[in-house]
């Protein structure tokens, strides 16, 4: 009996006691929100069911705020909208809207100061920064829909922006009409599933070491991403297509050590990507590997210094110009093909007889139209033309005018290798352009100065039907 007694006692005790110390969530409306915060415990839970709090919030202990039917807090276009200082801080499911317009003081939705946060499934309106992450390691961002300022692009804020901030997570964000999602001197970053459009840069990231970036959507921005100073980045199974800015690049390299991209899709931008002094260092090697390039300007465009990169199983499909090398001269040492296994290139002339899936020949990139535009850009004016079929005509009618190839490709596949989930791509349509091709050949001489071949100006007017005549 006693002992009976001892048992009860002890399972009315366990009864009676919260869980981990824990206390039930407080719930108030937004109006009171400031008030709740300044009575909460570090670790308490605060539910806001709806209403609109007006003015700026300091969290400056670790607190967890749930927004039930969005619960608005409204900076009134003053300042930081949000401001997080202690670990362990979680916001989820509110609308953050108005902060100022200072781009000196970064007014952001959010600021977070501190690591180990969470900001998940809020909805950013008015706002010149989204979220701004200043050292907060070990932090997650994930479903946030932001839309910035509407001002030119130059004036708006960064959607997000990651600084000093090791082993972050962003996932499944949509940026809209931002400026750049800046991701800076930050380690072991994941960045995945997200949506940018219509910014200017959609990624941009400087001396991010072991990044890895895959799943994202970069729509309609100046510049896809752009990748500098970084070293074992992975860009992987992602869509970036029609950013068609001033540089237009889908992706950019800057002295990008060891990258990896792989099976991405870079479709209709002005320049599938962009390599400038990568990789960096000696021993290093860039991997390009199962991407699809379509309907670019330039599929891939290369500075004549770049070397080392590896290109196999991508696809080049009816892009403008396969291959560039910015400023025309030689290009580098790329391997086109690696371990007996080329590319894919719709442009391929050749054939397999020992059905390999392999062409019996090279694939060789010297179109002479090619080599023309590397030196005068301005040409490219005419790159849908029948002009560049008779130029090309005029090539092969003389191959004194044959340029050098750029590239090599031993082992050209017969058939594109195209990553999973890529849109349905249109076929090819046929010229028939090559009646009017020869009857165009006298202005093919012309535009190309055969008479002049010594020279390396080369000039044009207006009315192509008449030359323009010497100075």
Known sequence: ????????????????????????????????????????????????????????????????????????????????????????????????????????????????????????????????????????????????????????????????RVWYSNDVLVENNTALRGRDVVLWYSQRLTVRGN?????????????????????????????????????????????????????????????????????????????????????????????????????????????PAVRHNQFFANSFIDNGEQVAIAGGGRPGENAWTVDGQGNYWSDYAGYDANGDARGDMAYRSERLFESLTAQSPNLRLFLYSPAVNAIEFAAIAFPLVRPQPKLVDEQPLMQPVIPAQTPALPQAAATGWVVLSAVLLALALTITGLPRLGQTRYRFAANLTSPPSEP
């Not at 400031?34 to 709806?50: F, K, L, M, N, R």
């Not at 980045?233 to 068609?244: D, K, S």
């Not at 991209?261 to 870079?266: C, I």
């Open 195 to 303: 949506d940018v459009q219509s910014g200017r840069y959609g990624l941009h990231f400087m001396y991010c070491d072991d990044a890895h970036i895959e799943n994202n959507r970069l729509l309609n921005n100046s510049v896809g991403a752009f990748l500098m100073y970084s070293r074992r980045m992975v860009l992987q199974h992602n869509t970036i297509a029609g950013n068609r800015g001033p540089s237009g690049y889908g992706i950019g390299l800057k002295d990008m050590d060891d990258a990896i991209v792989k099976e991405n899709r870079f479709l209709d931008n002005r320049v599938g990507a962009y390599l400038d002094g990568s990789p960096r260092e000696v021993d290093s090697i860039g991997q390009f590997e199962g991407n699809i390039f379509a309907y670019n300007d330039i599929g891939v465009e290369l500075l």
């Open 1 to 160: 009996m006693p002992r009976l007694l001892v048992l009860l006692g002890l399972l009315g005790l366990l009864l009676s006691a919260s869980p981990a110390g824990a206390v039930s969530p407080t719930t108030i409306n937004a109006a009171q929100l400031a008030a709740a915060v300044a009575q909460a415990a570090p670790g308490d839970t605060i539910v806001v069911s709806g209403g609109t709090y007006h003015g700026n919030l300091v969290l400056d202990k670790p607190l967890t705020l749930l927004g039930q039917d969005w619960p608005v807090i409204d900076g009134d276009g003053q300042g930081t909208v949000v401001q997080i200082t202690r670990p362990g801080t979680t916001l989820r499911g509110f609308v953050i809207r108005g902060s100022g317009h200072s781009l000196d003081q970064e007014n952001s939705g959010i600021a977070v100061e501190a690591e180990n946060s969470l900001i998940e499934n809020n909805r950013f309106e008015e706002t010149l920064f989204g979220i701004y992450l200043r050292q907060a390691h070990n932090s997650t961002l994930r479903g946030n829909i932001i839309h910035s300022l509407d001002l030119p692009v130059p004036r708006r804020g960064d959607p997000i």
